[in-house]
């Protein structure tokens, strides 16, 4: 009995593990995010966190689509990134991004 206990406590950490690859540091500033292939459109927010190869933003625009490619700048980086995944909540939109 005491065995089947330990397995299920193993089994929560593995499903309840980090699935993230690098570590994230918490950050802020505004961040102005500009599609591709929209020039026209510029969506701005807040930087959330950044890891080496990517960060969060929260904004208001539910434009942005997996997989879309972006111009980006915030306080400690610029160039294109690649939508990963999108969380949209009644208060807030968050985005996350490869950068490419």
């Known amino acids: 009995m005491h065995h089947k206990a330990n397995a299920q406590s193993t089994s929560t950490t593995i499903l309840g593990a980090e699935k993230r690859r690098e570590p994230r540091l918490a950050t802020d ?27 969060r933003v929260s904004h208001s625009s539910a434009t942005l689509s997996k997989g879309q490619i972006v111009r980006f700048e915030h306080p400690t980086a610029r160039g294109r990134a690649k939508v990963i995944w999108n969380r949209i909540t009644t208060e807030v939109v968050e985005t996350g991004f490869l950068i490419v």
């Open 29 to 55: 500033g505004l961040v102005r995010i500009v599609i591709e292939d929209q020039q026209h459109l510029a969506i701005e927010g807040q930087l959330v966190d950044v890891s080496a190869n990517g960060f």
